[in-house]
């Protein structure tokens, strides 16, 4: 993008909402709660032809610096020196309050191109607001909807004044766009609370990027930030800690795990992040059948290893119970790490790059039905009431999981014990290890299926 909007307010204005309409999707959590925003969040927006990027940021609250509150208008601040110009977003049914003052000092010590935006303009009540935004020395407001979309038009031509014509629009669009082959690899990072999720990403990234601290479920959002592994170009997905459904009271806790799970549903490989020192309990055994059944690849990453002492016999111990825990996918890579000190952390992206490499794989339906031939032969199906199960052929369908179609002669009869079997040998034979694998009996077309009989 050629340049960068950061949209700053106090909490409660319509921040987020103004941020979902510039990206044309609900990437950011809305609701009536001020300071749902915490992480500063980046997208690709744009105003008709004008293209940028758009940064969504928390409110302003005066807090000390160590405080939760402290550390999200570290964020805050952080939008503000990486923008190229500042929406300065004020809601104007409820007019100037003094937050909005101390917003207006602040910005103008910044150093950074100002538009201010009275938001919720529909009907007369914002009549008052948008008058007494003057007072605040931002010359005009630009007059907008944020909700249903009113004064888009006005905003365009004050983000182009403000950033110049030749910014706005280059002559030259070097943009690059991925092919098939070079997009990024999609990972999502999830667990329970308090697990560690968001300061491992930090560890990767080298930089403080997302919100942490002692206080269990800090994110709210699931944020998605780039990041470059050996030249390969990945995206990140921090997500909410998921706690038991029974404790999901709140309707923002029950927004910030919807918007979770719809990161999972998108991602290539999911690290499910473990507190070492309360692993596997039962929301991390949920969480991990939930990745399975969605199809994507998971990998378990055994988050505060820093704190153990005897690692030998704590991991021989973990690695059973992963085994015996989550028994739907054999050969589950399980790595030991710490966010905190960045220990195993290329251990943890080789064992990603393997299970993604697998969930990728693709396998000739020559050299299936060699191996369909080999596993009938060592272990046939068993009969059935007397009568022989034939699996006559195998293939393939498609990746991403790979899913395989077997024909049988009678495929409601094929006992389970005997599909986990051809699944299993599946596994071993061509080293599809921790990935999920559907498999799909189904009895072969018959040709003459709805014909009517002749008469002779």
């Known amino acids: 993008m050629s340049f960068t909007v950061a949209i700053i307010g106090r909490p409660n204005v319509g921040k987020s909402t103004l941020f979902n309409r ?21 997208a690709d927006a744009n105003i008709a032809a004008l293209k940028f990027q758009v940064i969504d940021t928390a409110g302003l609250e005066q807090a000390h610096e160590d405080s939760l509150e402290g550390r999200m208008w570290e964020q805050t601040q952080a939008a503000i020196s ?62 907008i909807s944020a909700e249903h979309g009113q004064g888009m038009a006005d905003l365009h031509d004050a983000i182009v004044a403000a950033v110049g014509e030749d910014i706005a629009y280059p002559q030259e669009d070097d943009e690059e766009e991925y092919d098939d082959e070079n997009r990024p690899l999609k990972i999502a990072v999830v667990g329970r609370p308090n697990a560690g999720k968001s300061t491992l990403i930090n560890q990767m990234l080298g ?30 997905f921090d997500t909410a800690g998921m706690r038991k459904k029974a404790k999901v009271q709140e309707k923002l806790e029950k927004l910030s795990v919807s918007d979770g799970i719809r990161a999972v549903q998108f991602a290539e490989v999911v690290i499910i992040v473990l507190d070492v020192t309360k692993p596997f309990e039962k929301q991390d055994l949920q969480i991990a059948d939930l990745i399975i059944r969605e199809g994507r690849a998971p990998v378990i990453a055994l988050n505060k ?25 054999k050969g ?22 393997e299970v993604h490499s697998a969930w990728n794989r693709r396998i000739s ?53 005997y599909v986990r079997y051809l699944v299993n040998s599946l596994r071993r034979d061509f080293d599809l290890m921790a990935t999920p694998i559907r498999m799909f009996i189904r009895k072969p077309d018959n040709p003459y299926a709805g014909r009517k009989k002749r008469n002779n």
């Open 305 to 329: 290893w820093d704190l153990i002492d005897d690692r030998q016999e704590v991991l021989k111990e973990l690695m059973l119970q992963s085994q015996e825990h989550i028994s739907q996918i």
């Open 365 to 417: 339906t020559a050299r299936l039905n060699r191996w369909l031939e080999d596993v009938q032969f060592q272990h046939p199906a068993p009969a059935v009431s007397g009568r022989r199960i034939k699996l006559k052929y195998v293939t393939q369908a498609k990746t991403r999981p790979p899913p395989f179609s077997v024909s049988s002669s009678r495929a409601d009869a094929l006992p389970e014990s």
């Open 82 to 143: 990486e923008a190229d110009v500042c929406l300065f977003l004020i809601d104007s049914r409820t007019g100037i309050l003094p937050d909005d003052r101390t917003f207006a000092q602040i910005l103008r010590k910044a150093h950074c191109p100002v538009v201010l935006v009275a938001n919720k303009m529909e009907g007369k009540p914002g009549e008052a607001g948008y008058f007494d935004a003057f007072s605040l020395g931002f010359g005009e407001p630009v007059p």
């Open 332 to 353: 589950l890579k399980v790595v030991p790490i710490s966010g905190q000190t960045g220990e195993n952390l290329d251990k943890l992206m080789d064992a990603v790059m």
């Open 22 to 42: 510039l990206v044309g999707k609900r990437l950011a959590l809305v609701d009536d709660t001020p300071g749902v925003t915490r992480d500063r969040r980046f």
């Open 207 to 236: 930089d403080d990027r997302l919100l942490t601290g002692p206080e269990a479920g800090i994110t709210r959002d699931s944020i998605s930030v780039d990041w470059e592994w050996k030249g390969r170009t990945i995206r990140l």
